[in-house]
């Protein structure tokens, strides 16, 4: 589902900040459709839809074991990263020893992935959309490892508060048997910060949860940033903000009243590190 060459525009949603979106030149098609080639890891088998066309430019969709990501060669980051999230997976997951080997997506057209060297010394960790916890093999965790499943996260943020918002969908997923988690950058304010003039830094990260037993769902959004403030959100509340719906099959009845995701221990205030992942 690709798009066509397109740049930055700030666009000004109601009420809202401004929000960079992609600007498509020349649209192939309308908002996507939550079209998919790898439908077990969505929501009755429908991926996220775009929801403002302008997004759609230069976007790939990518199928792995353990989850679904549509790339964006614009930000040269992963619009958003989708599991469908078992019990049974996080039984496999537990005890696999963590590989760490990151590398670039050769999938991708050439000039629209990111590079291992964009991230060398910028201060910013390769922070994980799908966690490598939540992969249940080897492979699927090399997979996982790929910069396609990759944004640029200030390092206190990934280190601490994300991975621990990380943790507490797992302890649901655990708790109720199976949730589909939609994981995904924000790019806000009007000059967005990249690595070597190339991969766009998120100003905030957000993941959004549907719970099948409980019939309900709600998103998590943070700022990119050391800190262990962050707001929980209906979906309705996320779409407007991002411009992305990440459940488009959800009931209508689980779109009120908001799941209660549960707290991240913030116990503690994240220590300052230099050093980035």
């Known amino acids: 589902m690709p ?27 309308s908002a ?14 429908a991926a996220p839809d775009i929801l403002d066309p302008t997004m759609t430019a230069q976007t790939h969709e990518l199928c792995y074991l353990a989850f679904g990501v549509t790339h964006s060669g614009v930000t040269r980051t992963p619009l958003w990263s989708a599991e469908h999230l078992t019990r049974a997976q996080l039984d496999m997951a537990q005890g ?15 000039g629209e992935q990111a590079e291992l060297g964009d991230y060398a010394h910028s201060g910013y960790d390769r922070g994980h959309l799908s966690p490598a916890a939540d992969m ?12 396609a499943n990759m944004v640029p996260q200030d390092p206190n943020n990934n280190r601490h508060l ?11 997923a655990r708790a109720d048997g199976e949730l589909y988690v939609v994981t995904g950058p924000i ?34 959004v943070v700022v990119n940033e050391a800190t262990n403030d962050y707001q929980i959100m ?13 459940f488009p099959a959800l009931p209508a009845s689980a779109r009120l009243p908001r799941l209660a995701l549960p707290p991240p221990d913030a116990r503690r205030p994240p220590p300052t590190t230099a050093a980035a992942m």
């Open 234 to 246: 209906d979906i309705a509340e996320l779409e407007h903000l991002t411009g992305v719906a990440p």
């Open 136 to 147: 249940p093999s080897e492979e699927a965790q090399f997979e996982g490892f790929t910069l």
């Open 96 to 110: 696999l020893p963590r590989l760490n080997r990151f590398h670039a997506e050769t999938g991708l057209p050439a």
């Open 162 to 172: 994300w991975q621990r918002i990380e943790s507490v969908v797992r302890k649901l």
């Open 3 to 29: 798009g066509d060459p397109g740049g930055w525009l700030p666009i000004q949603r109601k009420g809202m900040p401004q929000i960079f979106l992609l600007l498509c030149l020349l649209l192939a098609g």
């Open 32 to 45: 996507l459709a939550g079209s998919t080639r790898c439908p077990s890891h969505y929501l009755s088998g």
């Open 187 to 220: 790019f806000g304010g009007d000059h967005p910060k990249q690595l070597q003039g190339r991969v766009t830094v998120p100003t905030q990260l957000y993941k959004a949860v549907y719970d099948l037993k409980q019939n309900e769902a709600a998103a998590y």
